[in-house]
Every structure is written in structure tokens, then in C-alpha cells.
């Protein structure tokens, strides 16, 4: 079982930059495909990013791709999403997701068995 918990969000002003930490507990991290979400109020939850086990593959949301990179450290169990060139549609609640013992990615809400709680990014204009 992997518990995550988010960090780093906040509000900052278009332009700027945000980095997202979450750190897992649970001895399959380094074995699981991780990925990061996001859900504007009124809208659903969608896909930003994922990033393999390894760490050698990622992919992510036309959105934010060029502006986001989503990272690991195995070592630490910590999964990271570096915003950079923030917009203020990318104001959202962002939440971690772990896939159960699968190191592939996949940008597919149904593919997450764990979930972190969330945390609140505001981009104002």
C-alpha cells in the first residue's frame, strides 16, 4: 500500500514558477508508475503528467507540455512537478497518484489506486 501526501502549492502571479513535492510511504514507490492530476472547480479531475518507476519515461498533457516537468527521487520516495511559465487556467487543486505495482505511465484517472489529498495552486493574472 503507498500513502502520498502533497506540498508546495500556493498562489503566485502568471509568469511565475511553482514546484510540487509528494512524498510516499510504502514499499512499492520504487515500483510504481507515478502521476500527477489537477481539478479546477466545476471541472473534472484531468490528466497532467506521469513519469515510470525508473523514471526514464514520461508523458504528459498537451497543457502543459514545454512548461511542465514531472520528476522522482527513488531514494527519497518523493514524486516533484516543476511549473514553470504559470497561467491562470492552470489554477487547480493538484493531487499525486500512484498505480499499483505497474512501472508503465498512463494518463488515465481509472489506472490510480492511491490518491494524495491535494493541493491548492492559484494562478493570478
Known amino acids: 500500500q503507498v500513502q502520498l501526501v502533497e506540498s508546495g502549492g500556493g498562489l503566485v502571479q502568471a509568469g511565475d514558477s511553482l514546484r510540487l513535492s509528494c512524498a510516499a510511504s510504502g514499499r512499492t514507490f520504487g515500483r510504481s508508475a507515478m502521476g500527477w492530476f489537477r481539478q479546477a472547480p466545476g471541472k473534472e479531475r484531468e490528466f497532467v503528467g506521469s513519469?515510470?518507476?525508473?523514471?526514464?519515461?514520461?508523458l504528459y498533457a498537451d497543457s502543459v507540455k514545454g512548461r511542465f516537468t514531472i520528476s522522482r527521487d527513488n531514494a527519497k520516495n518523493t514524486l516533484y512537478l516543476q511549473m514553470n511559465s504559470l497561467k491562470p487556467e492552470d489554477t487547480a487543486v493538484y493531487y499525486c497518484?500512484?498505480?499499483?505495482?505497474?512501472?508503465?505511465?498512463?494518463?488515465?484517472?481509472?489506472?490510480?489506486?492511491?490518491w494524495g489529498q491535494g493541493t491548492q495552486v492559484t494562478v493570478s493574472s
Open positions: 513519469i515510470s518507476w525508473s523514471g526514464a519515461n514520461t
Open positions: 497518484a500512484a498505480r499499483a505495482e505497474s512501472p508503465v505511465t498512463s494518463s488515465s484517472r481509472t489506472q490510480y489506486g492511491y
